[in-house]
């Protein structure tokens, strides 16, 4: 068989997500995909002319399964004893044929179901977080409520009581309530993003309130926290309330990953080139696993045992909605960078 010589079928096969395997009549490995040997465990550059029927005898496949007997003419597709890990593989094989009919060789095709069940584990993830999130969402409306009205009342009896001894305590409950009825209203914008409510917003002054609010947070965990902003920012139309939602989960992200005694720089400026904001999180962790940064805004992805997967999925919507772009990089001296783009929108 001259299928080693034909560059452009060899890319195509190559390209193929299953394992692919061509074999000659004597079992003899012709042309192997990357996907067969990483199954497999092999090195694709040293498969050719391996004995393929003694590679599947290796991995526990017995000597009377019936894929062996496709250079019979008897074609197999179906289970095989599993070839790697728990996962259950499956094979398919075929007869190569000459013009008059004779035997050249086989087509073997390989794969595993380990991507199909991570696949149904997560619609079942999803499901659950579904339920779950309508529900909560329900009793949160049913809570906000009452907190809502109970506000309201204190707000007239601090009023009446300004000046007395009890209007101390009143205020104090008054800003417990702001920050339960806030905590309620952030979960709902972050099940729900929606449409953001945009109005003109000094970007600095927003880096100043995040700051402020994260800073002891930062300290108590043995973090140094900086932040920092241009001057030259212009003012752009955003939801303040949701890019503080997006800043609040990225900068948790940040503490998470970085150790006591490390840092976390928060900054943001104008890239006049392209006319947009650039918002950066910068931390000294460990960075992103190269096979996570893929898949890193996915829903229900994450690489954390406790995470939803759903925090930096949202940030990307609501920042999407925005108009604009959101980055996750490592860094060359280690740590990470999460990059938030927004454009400069014409009020005119």
């Not at 692919?20 to 199954?39: H, L, T, Y």
């Not at 074609?75 to 000459?98: C, F, M, R």
């Not at 809570?143 to 300004?162: A, D, F, G, Y």
């Amino acid at each position: 068989m001259n299928i080693n010589k034909d560059p452009k079928l060899n890319q195509v096969i190559e390209a193929i997500p299953l394992g692919i395997a061509v074999f000659d009549k004597s079992w003899k490995i012709v042309v192997v995909n990357s996907s067969f040997a990483r199954i497999l465990g092999i090195d694709p550059q040293q498969a050719r002319d391996l004995d393929l029927k003694e590679i599947l005898l290796s991995k526990g496949v017995y000597d009377q399964h019936p894929l062996f007997q496709t250079l019979d003419g008897h074609e197999y597709t179906g289970p095989v004893s599993p070839l790697t890990d728990s996962y259950p593989s499956y094979i398919s094989t075929h007869l190569l044929q000459g013009e008059a009919g004779e035997c050249l060789g086989g087509l073997l095709v390989l794969w595993n179901a380990k991507r199909q069940q991570e696949l149904e584990q997560a619609v079942i993830k999803a499901e659950k977080l579904a339920i779950m999130g309508q529900l909560t969402a329900i009793t949160l409306h049913e809570v906000r409520s009452p907190l809502t009205t109970m506000k309201m009342s204190l707000q007239l009896l601090h009023q009446e009581l300004k000046g007395s001894k009890q209007e101390k305590s009143i205020k104090w409950i008054l800003e417990s309530l702001d920050r339960a009825i806030n905590l309620i209203n952030n979960y709902l914008r972050l099940a729900k993003p929606g449409i953001p409510n945009r109005q003109l917003c000094k970007i600095g002054e927003l880096i100043e309130r995040v700051a402020s609010f994260y800073a002891a947070e930062f300290s108590s965990m043995g973090i140094l926290f900086t932040h920092s902003y241009s001057p030259s920012l212009p003012l752009l139309s955003v939801d303040g309330d949701q890019l503080q939602q997006v800043l609040a989960n990225i900068l948790m992200n940040a503490a998470d990953a970085t150790p006591s005694g490390g840092s976390v720089n928060l900054s943001a400026e104008y890239d006049q080139e392209t006319e947009s904001v650039r918002i950066s999180v910068r931390d000294t962790g460990p960075g992103v696993a190269e096979d996570v940064l893929p898949h890193i805004f996915e829903p229900f992805y994450s690489s954390k045992e406790k995470g939803t997967g759903l925090g930096l999925y949202v940030c990307r919507e609501i920042i999407h909605n925005h108009g604009g772009e959101i980055q996750v990089a490592n860094n060359p001296d280690g740590g990470c960078t999460v990059t938030i783009i927004l454009p400069k929108i014409d009020s005119g």
